[in-house]
């Protein structure tokens, strides 16, 4: 399952690197976003850690191995997703929004998030 976010409004950069911050906590995840998909060739193949360390965000060394989803999951009009390895449960699916929520209130960004 995948649940797919759709910022709306700026601040979207910003708002990528918050969700890219809540990855990093989710192990039960991994993830797609336009810069990664844009660069996956570049730095992120090669040094997963440095791509995020530029960001501002830190990956543990274990996380660097997952956390960028494989499957070739199409964005489509999403700008970020969260890859779930395994069936998440509703709980999971809260605890993600409850997050996601306090990211963006305090970046000021609005979202809407699907899961298929």
């Given amino acids: 399952m995948i649940s ?3 910022i709306m409004g700026p601040p979207i950069h910003d ?17 797609m976003d336009h810069a990664i998909l844009e660069n996956v060739s ?4 090669s040094d997963i850690g440095g791509w ?13 191995k997952d956390i960028i989803s494989k499957t070739g999951e ?3 009009e999403y700008d970020f997703y969260f890859e779930w390895t ?5 709980d999971d ?9 306090i990211a963006f209130k305090q970046i ?9």
């Fill in 15 to 31: 708002a990528i690197i918050a969700l890219e911050k809540i990855a990093v906590d989710l192990p039960k995840t991994c993830i």
């Fill in 93 to 101: 699916i809260v605890m993600l929004i409850e997050k996601i929520d």
């Fill in 42 to 45: 570049k730095s992120i193949a």
């Fill in 74 to 76: 199409s964005l489509g």
């Fill in 52 to 64: 995020f360390d530029n960001r501002g965000v830190i990956v543990p060394i274990e996380r660097c």
């Fill in 108 to 116: 000021g960004a609005m979202y809407t998030i699907t899961t298929k």
């Fill in 4 to 6: 797919y976010v759709k």
């Fill in 86 to 90: 395994t069936k998440p449960r509703i």
